[in-house]
């Protein structure tokens, strides 16, 4: 592996499956008559853009579209050859997995060229299998099991996504906080990122299946069209998955405004209780004179009985207009 050429590993492959590693010297001598070859490069080094303008035989509008900086899932074929542009999630190490990463590959029936700036698992997958000996076999083989790991992948994810709005919606009947309503959006977010991404590349499954080229038989279109009915049924899931957690958050807000409502009705009600009685107190609390009861010294006991009598009188009142 070159991190400055831009090659992050090829393989001249044997056809059966298994392959021997190349250097960039390899792939700059190879010819179709040596065997299938694969290239893998970081298409954001420079090295690796120049060897695709001027050595790779691709065709230059090709090539920018394998090199541009934002891609969006889609498949092209073009003298036999096809570019494809996938999106898988991203599992590194602390990346969010919504944060999808961009595959780009350029396939002929004797050469495979794929790029990427981020590590996509799918790939190491597929170079592990070749080595080994238990890789794909030919160009359509590699297309449809890059394509089926992308997808088995983005499963997993989707499922997880699918568990925590299950969680959210027990923790919002057993419990109503303020802290709720950030997780119900960060999953909103996620299946929106997703979704995003997910739905142009069910369509560019789609077309893969009816895409003329003599190197994808027909057992392998059949696979790939079921990759695509996975790949929509994600689509649908996620759907499904933004719609749940917006009725969540719908019902969350409904209960706390319910809590609040109640919260609100209690302070209304003793309000309303200490309002006349705040009142009395203060008209006796004027420093005037005349004020009574000035000189009983049973006038406070009595003026704190006479506020408990209002006190019981208001509570039944309240109770009969069934305020309470």
């Not at 030919?138 to 499963?155: C, K, N, T």
Request: proline fraction near 3%.
């Amino acid at each position: 592996m070159s991190d400055n050429s831009g090659l992050v590993f090829a393989f001249s492959l044997d056809g059966g499956g298994g392959g021997s590693r190349l250097e960039l010297d390899g792939v700059k001598k190879w010819h179709p008559e040596d065997g299938p070859l694969w290239v893998h490069l970081d298409y954001a080094r420079s090295a690796a853009r120049t060897w695709l303008q001027n050595n790779s035989g691709i065709e230059p509008v090709i090539v920018e579209a394998l090199t541009a900086e934002e891609t969006r899932p889609r498949s092209l074929v073009h003298k036999g050859g096809m570019l494809v542009i996938l999106r898988g999630v991203n599992l590194n190490p602390g990346m969010d997995p919504e944060d999808m990463v961009s595959i780009r590959f350029w396939i002929e029936s004797d050469r495979i060229v794929t790029l990427r700036h981020r590590r996509v698992m799918a790939i190491d997958d597929l170079r592990q299998a070749v080595e080994s000996g238990s890789g794909p076999v030919s160009s359509g083989e590699f297309l449809e099991e890059l394509a089926d790991r992308l997808v088995q992948r983005m499963g997993y994810v989707i499922s997880d996504v699918d568990n925590a709005v299950d969680e959210l919606e027990d923790e919002v009947i057993a419990e109503q906080t303020y802290e709720l309503r950030q997780k119900i959006a960060n999953i909103r977010r996620t299946s929106i990122s997703m979704r995003r991404y997910l739905a142009p590349q069910r369509d560019v499954m789609a077309r893969l299946y009816n895409e003329k080229v003599d190197w994808l038989n027909e057992a392998e279109r059949m696979r790939i069209r079921e990759i695509a009915d996975r790949t929509m049924r994600y689509v649908e899931d996620l759907d499904a998955i933004r719609d749940r957690a917006a009725v969540t958050q719908e019902e969350l807000n409904a209960r706390l405004a319910e809590q609040m409502n109640k919260t609100m009705y209690v302070l209304s009600i003793v309000a309303g209780i200490f309002l006349p009685l705040g009142l009395l107190t203060g008209l006796l609390g004027v420093n005037v004179g005349g004020i009574p009861g000035t000189e009983n010294q049973w006038a406070f006991a009595i003026f704190c009985g006479l506020l408990l009598v209002v006190a019981v009188v208001q509570v039944w009142l309240f109770k009969r207009k069934k305020w309470m």
